[in-house]
């Protein structure tokens, strides 16, 4: 046990704090997970990084771990004034800049075709023709859907923001068709209860494999599909920012380049 970074309270104190700054329950698990593991550890940040590489940790874990690991030292410094120190020499490690897979629209629309339970296949179609991401299609329910103005309201999406997405027309009527009341979550297992994002993910994965796709295909794909396929209508990049809830232009820009075009004027790449 990391004694020096750690009390019989560590715990409730980084939580209060991840709860404060309204971190995802994704976020809230994955820093209380690094973090537990560092102070058992008993090594120091730059130690336990190192630690994590020598035993083939991704990189993105290695980063995770390090943003953790500086989030809980920030908490602790605030009581001692020594920790700013150790935060400083605990090394950021860089993202790998790695082009996301995009599919083509044919091979999206056979993964669709390939897949024959009607809530999976709306599953797949909403993924691809409104950009969200799988934990919000997971959490959306019958109230965020206006059909009459055709948009989806995502609530404290990624970073506690809201966003809208459009509603592609053609989706309307497989929605109708899954619920008659409407009410709660919009797609439940056939026991009534929440998927899992691991649901969603295999989903997606025996769609591509079925459609003969060999690239790594998840739910992220059809997010990046989404993006690149706007883009390649001409649609701004600032309003594709927008849509898929980028605070940072920075981060959209992996699409590449601007064009003008009102946002009231964008279809979804479902309906080209």
Same mark, same amino acid.
């Given at each position: 046990?990391?004694?020096? &970074? !750690?009390?019989?309270?560590?715990? +409730?104190?980084?939580?209060?704090?991840?709860?404060?700054?309204?971190?995802? /329950?994704?976020?809230?698990?994955?820093? &209380?997970?690094?973090?537990? /593991?560092?102070?058992? !550890?008993?090594?120091?940040?730059?130690?336990? &990084?190192?630690?994590?590489?020598?035993?083939?940790?991704?990189?993105?874990?290695?980063? $995770?771990?390090?943003?953790?690991?500086?989030?809980?030292?920030?908490?602790?410094?605030?009581?001692?004034?020594?920790?700013?120190?150790?935060?400083?020499?605990?090394? +950021?490690?860089?993202?790998?800049?790695? @082009?996301? $897979?995009?599919?083509?629209?044919?091979?999206?629309?056979?993964?669709?075709?390939?897949?024959?339970?009607?809530?999976?296949?709306?599953?797949?179609?909403? @993924?691809?023709?409104?950009?969200?991401?799988?934990?919000?299609?997971?959490?959306?329910?019958?109230?965020?859907?206006?059909? +009459?103005?055709?948009?989806?309201?995502?609530?404290?999406?990624?970073?506690?923001?809201?966003?809208?997405?459009?509603?592609?027309?053609?989706? /309307? /009527?497989? @929605?109708?068709? &899954?619920?008659?009341?409407?009410?709660?979550? %919009?797609?439940?297992?056939?026991?009534?209860?929440?998927?899992?994002?691991?649901?969603?993910?295999?989903?997606?994965?025996?769609?591509?494999?079925?459609?003969?796709?060999?690239?790594? $295909?998840?739910?992220?794909?059809?997010?990046?599909?989404?993006?690149?396929?706007?883009?390649?209508?001409?649609?701004?990049?600032?309003?594709?920012?927008?849509?898929?809830?980028?605070?940072?232009?920075?981060?959209?820009?992996?699409?590449? +380049? %601007?064009?003008?075009?009102?946002?009231?004027?964008?279809?979804?790449?479902?309906?080209?």
């Amino acid at each position: 046990m990391n004694k020096a &970074l !750690s009390d019989a309270n560590w715990k +409730n104190l980084l939580l209060d704090e991840l709860k404060l700054k309204g971190y995802s /329950k994704k976020t809230v698990s994955a820093y &209380l997970f690094h973090v537990t /593991k560092f102070i058992e !550890s008993g090594l120091n940040p730059r130690e336990f &990084l190192l630690n994590l590489i020598n035993n083939k940790k991704s990189k993105e874990t290695v980063r $995770v771990a390090g943003f953790a690991i500086k989030f809980y030292l920030s908490i602790k410094a605030r009581q001692n004034k020594e920790i700013n120190q150790i935060i400083e020499k605990t090394p +950021n490690i860089k993202r790998d800049k790695r @082009l996301p $897979v995009i599919l083509s629209k044919n091979e999206i629309e056979n993964m669709i075709i390939c897949t024959k339970n009607f809530g999976h296949r709306t599953i797949l179609m909403l @993924l691809y023709s409104s950009g969200m991401r799988a934990s919000e299609i997971i959490n959306l329910r019958w109230e965020d859907i206006d059909f +009459n103005r055709n948009i989806i309201h995502i609530k404290l999406a990624k970073g506690g923001k809201d966003r809208i997405v459009m509603l592609s027309p053609k989706l /309307k /009527k497989n @929605l109708k068709a &899954l619920d008659i009341e409407k009410k709660g979550l %919009v797609f439940k297992t056939n026991r009534n209860k929440k998927y899992s994002l691991r649901t969603i993910e295999v989903i997606v994965k025996k769609a591509a494999e079925k459609a003969g796709i060999t690239k790594h $295909v998840t739910p992220h794909t059809l997010r990046h599909s989404f993006a690149t396929h706007l883009l390649e209508h001409g649609i701004d990049i600032r309003y594709i920012q927008k849509l898929l809830g980028h605070s940072d232009l920075k981060t959209t820009m992996i699409y590449t +380049n %601007v064009s003008k075009r009102d946002i009231s004027k964008i279809k979804s790449p479902i309906d080209f």
